[in-house]
């Protein structure tokens, strides 16, 4: 499960053409990593799986089924926002519990999911506060719990580090390595951070202006980058 596959993937905001032909398959459990200078379409192309947004042509497609109508919730996904979206107003309890509460799960189910998620993340301390008593390292823990309990086929993250210190960065960037491990989950990251692309990606998507210019594994961007802006963009020697 959390195998995504785009097909002619194509989005326009109106007259502006934001993402080009894009095909694209990512493998169950695999960690990619989308890069490329701001306004390049990462974010678009990440709602657009998540379901935020609705391609304008083209097929987009989860363990083999075209997913282009589906609504964002029945996608199977969950999304971790660089702004984290907690609900200020509830307890972080509240905030991961937000979601199953109206599904029939079980009550007894839902506090395991969470007690474990809590553990997973050093965030039991926290349960009872508010997302405002938090430092910002915290409060993405808190986010990204919230889409872990949800036990989703894939993992979308936005930029989920860019707005931690340096130091904390490092060490969440470890965390999420090893999350990635243990949840043998799909992970679609956006980073504009060549440095967490090259650490974390089994593959990297390089876009610019909307367009796929290189997809490869670290190592082979690296050593066989497809053009100067990808050597670039990758810090590469080639
Ligand atoms: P990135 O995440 O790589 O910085 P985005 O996907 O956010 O880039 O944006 C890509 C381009 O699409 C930008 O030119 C942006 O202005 C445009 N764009 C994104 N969302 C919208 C929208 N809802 N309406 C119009 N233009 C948009
Ligand atoms: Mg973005």
Redesign the pocket.
């Known amino acids: 499960m959390g195998h995504i596959k785009l097909t002619n993937v194509t989005k326009s905001?109106?007259a502006?053409d934001?993402?080009h032909d894009i095909n694209l398959e990512i493998k169950d459990g695999e960690f990619v990593v989308?890069v490329?200078?701001?306004?390049?379409?990462?974010?678009?192309?990440?709602?657009m799986i998540a379901g935020l947004?609705k391609p304008t042509s083209g097929e987009l497609s989860i363990d083999g089924k075209v997913v282009n109508e589906v609504p964002a919730a029945d996608r199977g996904l969950a999304m971790v926002f660089q702004s984290y979206a907690l609900y200020p107003h509830m307890s972080v309890r509240q905030n991961l519990a937000f979601g199953l509460e109206n599904t029939r799960m079980p009550k007894a189910e839902i506090a395991g999911r969470i007690g474990e998620a809590a553990r997973m993340l050093e965030i039991e301390p926290y349960l009872a506060r508010r997302p405002g008593q938090l430092s910002g390292g915290q409060r993405q823990r808190v986010a990204i719990g919230r889409a872990i309990v949800r036990r989703p086929v894939a993992f979308l993250l936005?930029?989920p580090l860019s707005n931690l210190d340096a130091e904390l960065r490092g060490s969440t960037r470890a965390e999420l390595a090893a999350l990635h491990a243990r949840l043998s989950a799909t992970m679609i990251y956006?980073t504009?951070d060549q440095v967490e692309a090259m650490t974390l990606a089994d593959r990297i998507v390089v876009?610019r202006a909307?367009r796929i210019e290189q997809i490869g594994t670290p190592l082979e961007l690296y050593n066989k980058p497809a053009n100067r802006f990808v050597a670039g963009f990758i810090g590469s020697p080639h």
């Not at 490329?36 to 709602?47: A, E, V, W, Y």
């Open positions: 905001f109106g502006v934001v993402l989308f490329g200078p701001s306004g390049c379409g990462k974010s678009t192309l990440l709602r947004e936005d930029e956006v504009h876009l909307g």
